[in-house]
């Protein structure tokens, strides 16, 4: 465990979780997703893998870049892949090593699956009583929905997300990225740090649980206040908001414009722009609440004139003018961004099968530290004899015959 003074010595060339080592046995987004961002804080991220072809979204495609699924690649930069079969007692007996000599285990398996493999965290916390023991699961550990599979969307459907999106009175949508699944990850990730600063004060481990549908409930902040204090239903809304108006996109000459006038002070400099100052002392538009009132007025309205000029006009004219705005972009449109060009949020990486392949880069930046994208996503069980000889310092032998019982692939 890296001391206080650690970054010190290390001259903050190291990410801030250097000589942590985390044993991966998660799979699909969620769980992934959590690893990637500790390994992208220097964490050492060892991904155990389900020898009869690995994590499943390593199949899940098209797109594939030379026989690799691009869906895999998007959240598993940083880690050391293995494959071990855990249905042999050998290979669970290989697992508890490495968690014994690891700081963290994360594993998204349904509730139960592990304790008849020995590898649950009481079992584990009686050899690696240090060992911090992040469990991701559909619904929690406990409970009626315990042993049900858990998907993102089944989530999200369950805890409200899906009826509260989608146009208004239409169907339920989906929400086009797992944000259920995602958002899991970053409370999974959080939960570990935390325990880690916690150890620092106990040197002792714990269990953390994590699941999709808490995460999505929380999620719902006030839409969830207005419900449990107000008694108000949800409904959706497409791209409008329940309590700003105007707050939503607007179909323009050539495409659709997003901007928000979450004040009066707002809503009158947007009525300077659109010259349509009468608007903001228009008895009907004067408060936000005013306009809440008279919302299909106004959105009628100013539809009509956001309709008259491309959407490059319009943020042209909304510049520096202090009015929250964008346009709605396409992928193309996204990755030649100006801003997000300059805050490099795209890295190019030599994979060992798949070639240059591209990466989202980590979010935050640290002025004193180093969050970055080090070790391009791993092939199918490629670091096996790097993890076993650096982890167990197993000899070649060793690994040899280990792979000629398949123990590992």
């Not at 740090?193 to 150890?199: E, I």
């Not at 002070?265 to 936000?288: A, G, M, W």
Request: proline fraction near 5%.
């Amino acid at each position: 465990m890296l001391s206080e003074s650690s970054c010190e010595k290390q001259q903050c060339t190291e990410g801030p979780l250097a000589g942590i080592r985390i044993l991966d046995m998660t799979r699909i987004l969620a769980g992934p997703f959590c690893t990637m961002i500790l390994g992208d804080l220097g964490a050492e991220i060892i991904k155990i893998e389900d020898p009869n072809g690995g994590d499943e979204s390593r199949n899940w495609g098209p797109p594939f870049i030379n026989g690799e699924s691009a869906y895999f690649l998007s959240v598993n930069r940083n880690k050391k892949s293995i494959a071990i079969d855990i249905k042999a007692a050998e290979g669970r007996d290989l697992i508890k090593k490495i968690a014994i000599n690891s700081d963290v285990l994360v594993e998204n398996f349904v509730p139960g699956k592990l304790f008849s493999y020995g590898l649950d965290y009481e079992n584990l916390n009686k050899v690696a009583p240090h060992l911090i023991y992040c469990s991701i699961t559909g619904f929690g550990s406990t409970g009626p929905y315990s042993t049900r599979p858990g998907f993102d969307v089944i989530a999200a459907s369950i805890g409200g997300l899906l009826n509260i999106t989608g146009p208004e009175n239409g169907e339920p949508c989906k929400i086009g990225v797992a944000m259920t699944d995602l958002s899991t990850g970053l409370y999974a990730h959080g939960a570990i740090m935390a325990a880690l600063l916690q150890r620092m004060k106990t040197s002792k481990g714990q269990k953390i649980d994590c699941n999709l549908l808490s995460t999505q409930v929380s999620l719902l902040v006030n839409i969830s206040s207005n419900f449990l204090n107000g008694k108000k239903e949800a409904k959706r809304w497409g791209t409008a908001h329940e309590s700003i108006v105007p707050y939503q996109a607007f179909k323009t000459k050539d495409g659709y414009i997003t901007l928000a006038a979450a004040s009066n002070r707002q809503f009158k400099i947007l009525c300077e722009i659109l010259n349509i100052h009468h608007y903001s002392t228009d008895p009907r538009f004067v408060t936000n609440k005013d306009r809440v009132q008279n919302r299909k007025i106004l959105i009628s309205e100013l539809s009509d004139i956001f309709l008259k000029k491309p959407t490059h006009m319009w943020m042209t004219m909304f510049e520096g003018s202090g009015i929250p705005c964008g346009p709605v972009n396409d992928m193309e449109q996204v990755f030649s961004d100006p801003q997000v060009v300059h805050n490099k949020m795209v890295i190019d990486m030599i994979h060992s099968t798949a070639g240059n392949v591209r990466v989202t880069g980590p979010a935050v930046k640290y002025s004193n530290s180093r969050n970055e994208a080090r070790l391009p996503p791993p092939s199918f069980a490629e670091h096996t004899d790097v993890i076993l000889s650096n982890v167990l310092s197993y000899s070649k032998d060793k690994i040899l015959d280990l792979r000629k019982s398949k123990i590992i692939f």
